[in-house]
């Protein structure tokens, strides 16, 4: 096992078989080993700086129903709201003055923000904060969108692939979505000059050690700036409600065979991944990711952008996670830098 886990280190690429072996022959001691070879790459790429996102999540309302997610839009019990133009720029004041320099809007698919909308939102953070990132996650749009948003002055797209086998896709989601239109506007995005992100949630039901793998090669194929990886966790109210969450040790696995994949990959220790474990986050950068991605909502709207269940930090400011996760950070050994935290290979 450790020599597969040296060849991956050396090569940053192995075959489907030896993945499939790494993935579901690991133990206790070989993944120490290999947390700790992410571990020594990620601080050859990034040292111990971490990276901070200040998430703004501008709506709740989405058109799309997917099967594990709690503001999917059957669910009748989700209270529904939307931030204003200014709200939004109170959000983004706010996280300036804490030293954050990349913002992300992340929403449902909410067709009250147009692309006139988005675009005058978008293009006064522009000229307000020009030393800031602005990434967005709004889900699936058309080329031409995409191409506005970009002209607007976004930087940065996230949109998780969520699995790369076909069959699982069509279990986590209604028929009108497909895999094959997620992989396109992914291409999509890439093409216009976007610094893209990929991912997917690990142990969502009807995942499968094959399923891991097929996202492994495809996440290294595409070649991401950024990649997005956090346990499934059930959310109540959801088809999913009752299905099983995945596991802090996978999730941490699947983090740091992509950290050995794609050595200057930007990689989060996602909220999720904090959610299911008290140190969940810590461990994630220890096992090779180097970002964070704190919200800068406004405290009363956070209860209600609920993707899954017991979601942390729902109750505090942002200048209280801030400062909780410089001390998380610095207890481990590594600082939260104030910079965009571009990717090296942009
Ligand atoms: N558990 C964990 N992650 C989830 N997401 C949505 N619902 C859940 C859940 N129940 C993730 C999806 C989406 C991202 C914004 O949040 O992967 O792309
Ligand atoms: Fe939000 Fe710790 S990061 S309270």
Not at 273 to 296: C, D, F, Q, S, Y
Request: net charge positive; charged share 25%.
């Amino acid at each position: 096992m450790n020599n597969l886990i040296d060849k991956l280190s050396r090569k940053h690429n192995l075959s489907y078989d030896e993945l499939y072996f790494l993935v579901k022959n690991s133990t206790k001691e070989s993944s120490n080993y290999l947390f700790e070879k992410a571990r020594l790459i990620s601080n050859q790429s990034y040292g111990y700086d971490i990276y901070m996102r200040g998430l703004i999540e501008l709506t709740n309302h989405c058109k799309n129903d997917c099967y594990y997610c709690g503001i999917r839009k059957s669910n009748r019990n989700a209270e529904r709201y939307r931030l204003t133009k200014e709200q939004i720029l109170e959000c983004c004041n706010a996280g300036y003055k804490l030293g954050f320099r990349t913002f992300v809007l992340q929403g449902g698919e909410d067709f009250y923000y147009n692309d006139d909308i988005m675009a005058d939102i978008v293009s006064t953070i522009r000229t307000t904060y020009p030393d800031c990132a602005i990434t967005l996650s709004l889900g699936e749009k058309n080329y031409n969108s995409y191409k506005m948003l970009h002209n607007a002055g976004a930087d940065r797209y996230l949109l998780r692939h969520e699995t790369a086998n076909n069959d699982h896709y069509s279990k986590l989601h209604p028929s009108t979505l497909s895999l094959r239109n997620r992989k396109k506007c992914l291409y999509n995005l890439k093409e216009i000059g976007y610094q893209v992100g990929c991912g997917f949630m690990v142990g969502s039901p009807f995942q499968t050690i094959e399923c891991i793998v097929e996202d492994l090669i495809f996440i290294k194929k595409l070649k991401p700036h950024m990649v997005g990886i956090g346990p499934f966790i059930p959310s109540k109210d959801t088809p999913f409600a009752d299905k099983k969450a995945g596991t802090l040790q996978m999730t941490l696995i699947v983090l740091s065979i992509i950290r050995l994949m794609l050595p200057e990959v930007l990689l989060p220790a996602t909220t999720a991944l904090g959610t299911i474990h008290p140190k969940g986050r810590e461990l994630g950068i220890l096992a090779g990711a180097n970002v964070v991605m704190p919200n800068l909502s406004p405290k009363d709207v956070r209860k209600k952008y609920m993707l899954y269940d017991n979601k942390i930090c729902t109750k505090d400011e942002a200048a209280e996670c801030r400062t909780c996760l410089q001390k998380r950070i610095e207890n481990i050994g590594y600082k939260l830098v104030v910079s965009r935290g571009d990717c090296k290979y942009i």
